[in-house]
């Protein structure tokens, strides 16, 4: 198979979505060889280890073992670029991390021809600066064609195909008027079960206890809770929609951490004080059922007036954001082609494998664009 038929994949972050992902890889590879494309692994990286033999291919079903057992320590991040940019074929870095020292290196990454993919919030939602330097330096922003290409969809509602519709809407030239959902998985599995449609639900400090049994919840519930996770999505969406959202700190942000438990020591004493300010929650849901309603942690965007918010609102039980189950996201672009049926997109917005999906959906975007 000729050189220019191959392209090297390099992954850093090997965590639930970068295991997940290596995976998915390995199906890709398969598939892809039958297309003539041969896709090899050359090297994989997390904070203290990197595993890399000079652009040999890796084994992707060893290549976790191989760097436990046999990587070195991670050289500086930056040598790694270096490194790669020094690539005989194509690269693309697959950035399964949420490290802002890597989001932050992105212009410089794509400015040397490499591709990143990636489900890295950080580096879209950070300063807009940020924001138009990665674009300025991708061969699909307003970079030359010698730039690497940049793709981020799994930094929206993991799996589901939000930025790309979004995308979609705008470049076919409709006008995106609001857009409204349910963000969070953590925070859509607290509320269905903390105010189901029908009534019950338990104390709202039960719901988060056992929300972060159950996985859903980041080891320190407060990150969660103080609603930046979904400000981040919200500063995303707003920036693909033209509004120059400055941070995910620049627009309100309701948060549910009782202001004087922002500062205890670690998410156990947390949990362990949130049960002091139940009725503060169950006020709220009480006022809420005596109008029939019920309460959902939301993101929305107004296009027309430039507002973006993220917290709490009542909805009628019939809303399609009532009736969400589980961990589901839903998220609803309001526009001008589609009237007063917005367009609906909801599924699994949280999870390894559903995330990993996204990243190997974008990574196929880039070889597709490179092959």
Not at 36 to 65: G, H, T
Not at 68 to 84: H, I, K, Q, R, Y
Not at 281 to 304: C, N, Q, T, W, Y
Request: glycine share 10%.
């Amino acid at each position: 198979m000729s050189g220019s038929n191959k392209i090297f994949v390099a992954v850093v972050g090997v965590g639930g979505v970068g295991k997940a992902f290596l995976g998915q890889l390995e199906h890709l590879r398969a598939r892809m060889q039958r297309q003539n494309v041969l896709l090899e692994l050359v090297l994989v990286r997390r904070s203290k280890k990197q595993y890399f033999d000079n652009f040999a291919p890796l084994d992707i079903s060893q290549a976790l073992q191989n760097l436990d057992n046999s990587g070195n320590a991670a050289p500086p991040f930056g040598e790694t670029v270096d490194t790669l940019a020094k690539a005989p074929n194509k690269v693309i870095l697959v950035d399964n991390t949420s490290d802002q020292e890597i989001a932050a290196s992105y212009p410089k990454i794509l400015s040397k021809g490499i591709s990143i993919v990636t489900p890295n919030k950080k580096a879209f939602s950070d300063t807009y600066d940020l924001w138009s330097q990665i674009f300025a330096s991708a061969a699909n922003g307003t970079g030359g064609p010698k730039c690497g290409y940049v793709f981020h969809e799994s930094t929206v509602g993991a799996g589901l195909p939000v930025i790309s519709t979004l995308k979609e809407l705008i470049e076919t030239g409709d006008e995106v008027t609001k857009i409204e959902g349910v963000f969070s998985g953590t925070m859509s599995f607290l509320f269905n079960s903390f105010m189901p449609v029908g009534g019950g639900g338990g104390k709202f400090s039960a719901e988060v206890k056992k929300a972060k049994e159950l996985g859903y919840t980041e080891p320190d519930p407060r990150d969660d809770l103080n609603g930046l996770d979904v400000a981040r999505k919200l500063t995303i969406l707003a920036r693909i929609a033209g509004l120059k959202v400055q941070s995910p700190t620049s627009f309100p942000v309701e948060s549910l951490i009782p202001k004087e438990l922002e500062s205890v020591s670690s998410g156990d004493e947390f949990l362990e004080k949130l049960p002091q300010f139940d009725d503060q929650m169950e006020e709220l849901k009480l006022s809420a059922a005596k109008e029939g309603k019920v309460v959902r942690f939301v993101g929305s965007i107004d296009a027309p007036s430039q507002a973006v918010r993220v917290g709490l609102e009542k909805f009628d039980a019939s809303h399609p954001i009532a009736a969400l189950k589980g961990s589901d996201n839903i998220i609803s672009f309001h526009t001008k082609r589609y009237g007063s049926n917005a367009l609906i997109i909801q599924g699994a917005g949280a999870g390894g494998e559903v995330t990993a999906m996204g990243v190997t959906g974008d990574l196929l975007k880039v070889v597709r664009l490179l092959h």
